[in-house]
T-cell receptor, first 113, second 115 residues
C-alpha cells in the first residue's frame, strides 16, 4: 500500500537557520502531497500542498517541490523562527478520488532563540 | 480556525465504558474522515463518510463504529474501552468534489484518556 517516510526527529535549530525536513513516498498512482503542521496542543493545519509532478507548494516562507523522479516532497524554509516550533507531517492522498490521507510519523522541530 | 468543530475537547473514562465523539464539518463539506493519533501508531485513518454513506474503512477496530447524519455531522462511538484506546481523535472534512482531490481540514481533536 501507499506509505510516507519522514526523517526522524527531533530537529533542533537556532533562529534564522535553514530548515530541511525530508519526505519520500511510495504510491501506486500519482498522489497529491501535503505538509501539515501541528502546534503544541492544537490540531493539524494544512501548511502547503502539491497535486502534480514539479508543482511547488509554498506558504509562510515554507516550500516543497513534488519530485516524481525521486518520489520526494522535502520541506524547506530559509530562515526559521521560534514560532515555527511544531510537529510537521508529510502526507499523501490518492489523486484519483477523495481518499484518506496517509501520514508520515511526523518530525518535531524546536527552534531556539 | 479550520471551521471543523469537535466535542468534547477532553474525555476521561474507565476501561469497559462506551463514549461518543462528535464532529461538525465545515459548512458545505460532504465528506468526513476520522483519524486516531497515538504515540506508538502515529496518525492512522479510521473511517470515512460521504454524504451519509460509509466510503472507506481503515484500521478501525470492531469495537468502534461511526455514522454521518442527514445534517452531515458525524459521531464516532468507541465501546468496551481499553487502556490502549487512549489517544487523540481527529475529525477532518473536505468538499469532496468529483474528480478533484480536495484538501482535508482538521478539527482540534478530542483527547481520550482511558483509566
Amino acid at each position: 500500500g501507499d506509505s510516507v517516510t519522514q526523517m526522524e526527529g527531533p530537529v533542533t535549530l537556532s533562529e534564522e537557520a535553514f530548515l530541511t525536513i525530508n519526505c519520500t513516498y511510495t504510491a501506486t498512482g500519482y498522489p497529491s502531497l501535503f505538509w501539515y503542521v501541528q502546534y503544541p496542543g492544537e490540531g493539524l493545519q494544512l501548511l502547503l500542498k502539491a497535486t502534480k509532478a514539479d508543482d511547488k507548494g509554498s506558504n509562510k516562507g515554507f516550500e516543497a517541490t513534488y519530485r516524481k523522479e525521486t518520489t520526494s516532497f522535502h520541506l524547506e524554509k530559509g530562515s526559521v523562527q521560534v514560532s515555527d516550533s511544531a510537529v510537521y507531517f508529510c502526507a499523501l492522498s490518492d489523486r484519483v478520488g477523495n481518499t484518506p490521507l496517509v501520514f508520515g510519523k511526523g518530525t518535531r522541530l524546536s527552534v531556539i532563540a | 480556525d479550520s471551521g471543523v468543530t469537535q466535542t468534547p475537547k477532553h474525555l476521561i473514562t474507565a476501561t469497559g465504558q462506551r463514549v461518543t465523539l462528535r464532529c461538525s464539518p465545515r459548512s458545505g463539506d460532504l465528506s468526513v474522515y476520522w483519524y486516531q493519533q497515538s504515540l506508538d501508531q502515529g496518525l492512522q485513518f479510521l473511517i470515512q463518510y460521504y454524504n451519509g454513506e460509509e466510503r472507506a474503512k481503515g484500521n478501525i477496530l470492531e469495537r468502534f463504529s461511526a455514522q454521518q447524519f442527514p445534517d452531515l455531522h458525524s459521531e464516532l462511538n468507541l465501546s468496551s474501552l481499553e487502556l490502549g484506546d487512549s489517544a487523540l481523535y481527529f475529525c477532518a472534512s473536505s468538499a469532496a468534489q468529483r474528480g478533484y482531490t480536495d484538501t482535508q481540514y482538521f478539527g482540534p481533536g478530542t483527547r481520550l484518556t482511558v483509566l
